[in-house]
T-cell receptor, first 113, second 114 residues
């Protein structure tokens, strides 16, 4: 298995632009999570899905953030419009039902200038 | 609000030293506590602990949980430069959906010098 695959690895964009981050979870995993990591706040859960259905999006900072999971093998996290304070590493992770531990993707380092 | 606090925030040791990393937590309904190692990229899973007093061990790393005092420790013996990383502690609260929604601490940055 190739693990959780995220793209792009790095993204540099100008303030106000739309940014789309992509994730392919491990096949057969029922849960998909989007996390954001910064030095100040550590790893924060943004949203998670169970069987493609969003379960808890209480961590999404504001309406500029949205996430979708159109099928079991693909999810996107979109920021529109982006702001410099959105600069962070965004991780996608997946886990099997009742399994232990997540498998994280390699992350997308987002820089908004 | 569920919370995880790790200490120390950073630690510098010499190869061969033994280190102990601490994790304390507050969670409404506890299911498990997990340790991850994060080097340059994604966190990688080390241990999951659900029961008090039972040590989990993998090579030079070991961990134990105290559910009464709400903390866990991660021990690394005979440290090597390859152990340099950020070690993350996370707790999994019980949720209605039964999912693995983890709450992470900010991590302990360990630097092992040759």
């Amino acid at each position: 298995d190739a693990g959780v695959i995220q793209s792009p690895r790095h993204e540099v964009t100008e303030m106000g632009q739309e940014v789309t981050l992509r994730c392919k979870p491990i096949s057969g995993h029922d849960y998909l999570f989007w996390y954001r990591q910064t030095m100040m706040r550590g790893l924060e859960l943004l949203i998670y899905f169970n069987n493609n259905v969003p379960i808890d999006d209480s961590g999404m900072p504001e309406d500029r953030f949205s996430a979708k999971m159109p099928n079991a093998s693909f999810s996107t996290l979109k920021i529109q419009p982006s702001e410099p304070r959105d600069s962070a590493v965004y991780f996608c992770a997946s886990s099997p039902l009742w399994g232990h531990g997540y498998t994280f993707g390699s992350g997308t380092r987002l820089t908004v200038v | 609000e569920d919370k995880v606090v790790q200490s120390p925030l950073s630690l510098v040791v010499h190869e061969g030293d033994t280190v102990t990393l601490n994790c304390s937590y507050e969670v409404t309904n506890f299911r498990s506590l997990l340790w991850y190692k994060q080097e340059k990229k994604a966190p990688t899973f080390l241990f999951m602990l659900t029961s008090s007093g039972i040590e989990k061990k993998s090579g030079r790393l070991s961990s134990i949980l105290d559910k009464k005092e709400l903390f866990s420790i991660l021990n690394i013996t005979a440290t090597q430069t390859g152990d340099s990383a950020v070690y993350l502690c996370a707790v999994e609260p019980v949720t209605q959906g039964g999912s693995e929604k983890l709450v992470f601490g900010k991590g302990t940055k360990l630097t092992v010098n040759p």
